[in-house]
C-alpha cells in the first residue's frame, strides 16, 4: 500500500510540475503593456504656471480694396474669390490664379494646403491667387460666371489670367514648386 501511495504522490507531483512550467510558459509568452503616468506634474501651491499661446499667423501687407477672405501671403495674396476683388485684380494688371477648389475631393485639398505654402513663400506685389469654389455645395453664381469665362469644366482646375486674358490653363494635381513655377514663369 505505502508503494502504491508513493507512485500517487509522484504522479500528482509531476503534474504540479508540468502545470507550473506552463504556467511559466504561458506569462513569459504574453506581451506586457507598460502604461506611463500622463498626468501633469504636481504644481507647488501658490506658484502659477504660464500657457504658452501659439505664435500668431503672419499678418498681411494692406490688402486695400479687396474683399474675400484671407489664406495665406503677404504680399502675393491667396485670397477666397469674389467678383470684386478679381475685378479689382485686373484693374492693377496683377499676375491672376485661379484655383478651382471642391472642399469634397481630397486632391483638391491637398492642392490647396500646397497652394497656402506656395502664396506663404512667394514675394511679389503684382500676383493675387483666388480660391474658386467649384463643384460643391459653397459655389455661388460668380464662381460658375468665373468658371464658364474661362472654359472649366473640372475641380482641380488651374487657370492664369494676365491683363485680362487666359494665358495658361491645366487640370492637374500641384505642389508648392509648381505653383510657384507656374508664378514666375507667367509674370515676366
Do not use: H
Request: proline letters at 4%; glycine letters at 6%; aromatic letters at 12%.
Amino acid at each position: 500500500m505505502i508503494n502504491n501511495y508513493a507512485v500517487y504522490l509522484g504522479g500528482i507531483m509531476r503534474y504540479a510540475i508540468l502545470l507550473i512550467m506552463l504556467s511559466l510558459f504561458i506569462v513569459g509568452c504574453t506581451t506586457t503593456t507598460v502604461v506611463e503616468d500622463t498626468s501633469a506634474p504636481e504644481v507647488p501651491k501658490n506658484t502659477t504656471t504660464e500657457v504658452a499661446s501659439p505664435p500668431p499667423e503672419p499678418e498681411p501687407e494692406v490688402i486695400t480694396g479687396y474683399t474675400g477672405i484671407w489664406l495665406a501671403g503677404k504680399k502675393s495674396f491667396y485670397i477666397e474669390y469674389t467678383q470684386e476683388a478679381y475685378e479689382i485684380a485686373v484693374k492693377e494688371d496683377k499676375l491672376i490664379l485661379l484655383n478651382f477648389y471642391n472642399f469634397k475631393n481630397d486632391a483638391c485639398v491637398n492642392d490647396n494646403a500646397q497652394a497656402l505654402k506656395a502664396f506663404t513663400s512667394m514675394d511679389y506685389g503684382d500676383v493675387i491667387g483666388f480660391r474658386v469654389d467649384f463643384n460643391n455645395d459653397d459655389v455661388n453664381v460668380e464662381e460658375k460666371n468665373i468658371a464658364l469665362k474661362y472654359g472649366v469644366a473640372a475641380d482641380n482646375t488651374k487657370v492664369i489670367v494676365k491683363g485680362g486674358k487666359r494665358v495658361f490653363k491645366e487640370v492637374v494635381n500641384w505642389e508648392k514648386d509648381d505653383f510657384v513655377y507656374a508664378v514666375e514663369r507667367n509674370r515676366g
